[in-house]
């Protein structure tokens, strides 16, 4: 069974730093790529940031890129982003989730993403 599990989500003031966590079970990650999504409210869902597991390939969107870091712990299965320099409009439930690879590296768009986790809540107050 595919567990994803994210962690983290927490009240932090603007121009402030924050982790979070993803856990991930039950697949087998060498083969996959994992994606950082948010939705802020009242918004879609859009993607923040992305790894492909077996090289540690990133891609990052505009909003956040300078800002946040994504990396991996292989050992843990477990997929962070470090936020830097947070802003509210960083406020938005953030997503974890685990998916095919997009040519030789990650997608920041939905399709490719089948399991997901249930959210974490970051909230950067001004």
């Known amino acids: 069974q595919v567990q994803v599990m994210e962690s983290g989500g927490d009240l932090v003031q603007a121009g402030g730093s924050l982790r979070l966590s993803c856990n991930v079970s039950g697949l087998g990650l060498e083969n996959y790529a994992m994606g950082w999504f948010r939705q802020a409210p009242g918004k879609a869902r859009e993607g923040v940031a992305c790894l492909k597991w077996e090289t540690g390939r990133t891609f990052y969107t505009a909003p956040v890129k300078g800002r946040f870091t994504i990396s991996r712990d292989s050992a843990k299965s477990t997929l962070y982003l470090d936020m830097n320099s947070l802003t509210p409009e960083d406020t938005a439930i953030y997503y974890c989730?685990?998916?095919?690879?997009?040519?030789?590296?990650?997608?920041?768009?939905?399709?490719?993403?089948?399991?997901w986790g249930q959210g974490t809540q970051v909230t950067v107050s001004s």
């Open positions: 989730a685990a998916g095919r690879r997009v040519n030789d590296g990650c997608s920041v768009m939905e399709k490719p993403y089948v399991n």
